[in-house]
């Protein structure tokens, strides 16, 4: 589940006459509602959501947590998300790839995670095949901005009916075959569609939101990793 759709079921009536989907906030500015006027959502909304993404390790961190929100929401992940760098070297996946035993079950102590044996077996898998992959391709930004969509699989306007059908795509399917035919696991269409819209692969901040504009000047400065 995306963050826009796990924000759905709260705070994002119209006010003010806005289109449905956008909140007003204190300080003014029109938002994307599903921040729920949580002030670290709100900060993760302003700060990260949306915005071109292209360093390998945050891209490792990105895809690993939609993984272990798979059931529960992203503000839970996010909450946790200090104590997962710890216990995951940072999301250093050539680190990460040399967990073992051991590290599992150190990982199913901490109580600062999300204690599941699967993902936290998972994680490790995906470091290894991160590993294979960056090799090949040489880095993970090559290869996940490969997958960008053109404007003609965009919608013609981004407002919360359009992004709310947007569980998944055919770039997050075929992103999603590519990596589990790869070894990939936990990788599933809507597990990533949810992180292209994180790292900016598109831009699902809703029109008449402040930072989608400021998002679509980063995508149109950023050189594509090749």
């Known amino acids: 589940m995306s963050e826009a759709a796990d924000g759905q079921s709260g705070g994002t009536e119209a006010r003010d006459d806005l289109p449905r989907g956008l909140l007003r906030d204190e300080d003014g500015r029109c938002r994307c509602g599903w921040h729920g006027n949580k002030p670290d959502y709100l900060v993760y909304h302003d700060k990260e959501w949306g915005r071109p993404v292209t360093d390998d390790r945050r891209l490792f961190e990105k895809i690993c947590l939609e993984g272990f929100q798979s059931g529960l929401s992203w503000l839970t992940i996010l909450r946790k998300r200090e104590s997962f760098r710890a216990g995951f070297a940072g999301f250093d996946f ?64 981004c407002d919360h009916a359009s992004v709310s059908v947007l569980a998944q795509t055919p770039a997050s399917r075929a992103l999603s075959k590519d990596l589990k035919k790869r070894g990939w696991s936990f990788v599933g269409p809507t597990t990533v569609y949810a992180f292209m819209q994180a790292m900016g692969l598109v831009n699902d901040h809703l029109e008449g939101c402040w930072v989608r504009e400021e998002a679509e000047r980063q995508r149109r400065a950023l050189v594509r990793p090749t």
């Open 94 to 157: 050539e680190a990460v790839a040399r967990f073992g035993d051991a590290d599992v079950e150190r990982l199913l102590q901490d109580a600062g995670i999300v204690r599941h044996r699967g993902k936290i077996v998972s994680t490790i898998n995906n470091a290894r095949r991160a590993c294979d992959l960056a090799a090949e391709r040489g880095s993970l930004a090559a290869y996940f901005w490969s997958f960008e969509p053109g404007p003609q699989d965009r919608p013609d306007y």
